[in-house]
């Protein structure tokens, strides 16, 4: 059954038509529009907020036989502290996990980006196909998204993934920078 509201007079009907579309303008506007920007060929992810990249962070993808998937998703579930299925195997949430400490799923089932319990792959080819990330950048990304915002997988370099991630040289002295414990921020702070 569904019920309707019913406003006896139309300067009622009028001034609440009106608060609604000031308070929904308002409520849309306020609303960021975030994408979390993935390149495969760069092993990195960029959070992008309202257009502008916000941060970069390194990242583990798929193995040549177990690739990442390519194109454009969603977030459908956030996890804290996940457990692991797979193939008749179990793992609780704990330092065995090979999901770490978060899971956000995409809708493409079965894949999606979390932790890992091997530091060390983080930067190469070496999942079955979901991104992985260090613990204190997945805790940190985990925060600031949502379910319903878009994952776009990339492949292959392009104009976008070179904008955003930079230059093959710039790249290479990005990773060099990463590996020698040097944070990069894309706004200078």
Same mark, same amino acid.
């Given at each position: 059954?569904?019920?309707?509201? +019913?406003?006896?007079?139309s300067?009622?009907a009028?001034?609440?038509?009106?608060?609604?579309?000031l308070?929904?303008s308002?409520?849309?506007?306020?609303?960021s529009?975030?994408?979390?920007?993935?390149?495969?060929?760069?092993?990195?992810?960029?959070?992008?907020e309202?257009?502008?990249?916000?941060?970069?962070?390194?990242?583990?993808?798929?193995?040549?036989?177990?690739?990442?998937?390519e194109?454009?998703?969603?977030?459908?579930?956030?996890?804290?502290?996940?457990t692991?299925?797979?193939?008749?195997?179990?793992?609780?949430?704990?330092?065995?996990?090979?999901?770490g400490?978060?899971?956000?799923?995409?809708?493409?089932?079965g894949?999606?980006?979390h932790?890992?319990?091997?530091?060390?792959?983080?930067?190469?080819?070496?999942s079955?196909?979901?991104?992985?990330?260090?613990?204190?950048?997945?805790?940190?990304?985990?925060?600031?998204?949502?379910?319903?915002?878009?994952?776009l997988?990339?492949?292959?370099?392009?104009?976008?993934?070179?904008?955003?991630?930079?230059?093959?040289?710039?790249?290479?002295?990005l990773?060099?920078a990463?590996?020698?414990g040097?944070?990069? +921020?894309?706004?200078?702070?």
């Amino acid at each position: 059954m569904t019920k309707s509201l +019913h406003i006896p007079n139309s300067s009622a009907a009028w001034f609440l038509t009106t608060f609604l579309l000031l308070n929904a303008s308002s409520y849309a506007q306020t609303q960021s529009r975030r994408t979390l920007l993935i390149s495969i060929a760069d092993r990195k992810l960029a959070v992008v907020e309202n257009g502008a990249v916000t941060k970069i962070y390194p990242i583990a993808v798929g193995k040549n036989s177990t690739p990442s998937p390519e194109g454009s998703f969603l977030i459908v579930d956030r996890i804290t502290d996940p457990t692991y299925y797979h193939a008749n195997v179990v793992v609780p949430p704990g330092p065995h996990n090979p999901l770490g400490t978060r899971w956000m799923g995409l809708s493409e089932k079965g894949y999606g980006i979390h932790g890992t319990n091997v530091p060390k792959s983080i930067g190469k080819a070496a999942s079955h196909g979901c991104i992985r990330m260090a613990r204190p950048d997945l805790e940190e990304v985990f925060s600031q998204t949502r379910v319903g915002d878009t994952v776009l997988i990339l492949g292959e370099r392009d104009d976008l993934t070179a904008e955003v991630f930079g230059t093959s040289d710039a790249v290479v002295a990005l990773e060099t920078a990463s590996a020698a414990g040097v944070v990069h +921020h894309p706004s200078g702070q």
